[in-house]
């Protein structure tokens, strides 16, 4: 009884929202989750990618009450629009990754998809740049390069495997150019070492750039 009752309990905690605002050839997407943890934003990008939907803009972040809320901007890779068929299907798979147990790598390999689908054109003008504010508990990562379908749910499973958790980022797509920025710490809570990790991180967004 006293296993069922905790079940319950935590179905009821689990929270997961899903609201869209259709404009002009994109669609406004909100997503709230209630599972403050690593990799969340990791999911929601595997998900959309796994859909068909490029991101255009993003905010993601953690409000005071430990909800996650995520905002995209988002655009149909075949030029549909967001129907309420279409959120209801990405609500299940995002609630089959928060709340069953369902990991991202099965999820991919189940929807037919790998890394090696994504487009692979190396792009010669991409900048990746770490750094380590003086005053701050975390590290700042910013790049820049052509928009190329699927490559923030690349960048986001790296750092996942990396085991570095994303605080907030925004993500901008001007003219076929992405400019991202991610407030990074570890999962252990610290900064990213700069002469262990740095290196390491940025060969490894490099590569799918």
Request: net charge negative; hydrophobic share 45%; charged share 25%.
């Amino acid at each position: 009884m006293v296993a069922t009752a905790q079940k319950v309990n935590r179905l009821k905690n689990n929270i997961l929202h899903l609201s869209c605002v259709p404009r002009k050839d994109t669609t406004l997407l909100k997503i709230t989750v209630s599972n403050n943890e690593m990799g969340i934003i990791y999911r929601v990008t595997s998900v959309l990618y796994a859909h068909g939907w490029d991101i255009l803009e993003a905010i993601a972040e953690t409000s005071e009450d430990g909800y996650v809320q995520d905002v995209f901007v988002v655009r149909s890779q075949t030029g549909i629009d967001m129907s309420e068929a279409i959120l209801k299907l990405i609500r299940r798979d995002l609630n089959a990754l928060f709340f069953e147990g369902v990991s991202v790598i099965d999820y991919i390999h189940e929807k037919g998809l790998s890394r090696t689908q994504v487009h692979r054109i190396a792009d010669p003008t991409a900048v990746v740049k770490l750094y380590n504010p003086v005053s701050s508990d975390f590290t700042v990562m910013d790049i820049r390069m052509k928009d190329k379908p699927g490559v923030l749910f690349q960048i986001t499973q790296i750092l996942y495997l990396f085991g570095i958790d994303i605080l907030t980022f925004t993500a901008l797509t001007e003219e076929g150019d992405i400019r991202d920025s991610f407030l990074l710490r570890m999962e252990t809570g610290e900064k990213l070492d700069e002469k262990l990790i740095f290196p390491r991180l940025k060969v490894g967004i490099e590569s799918i750039l």
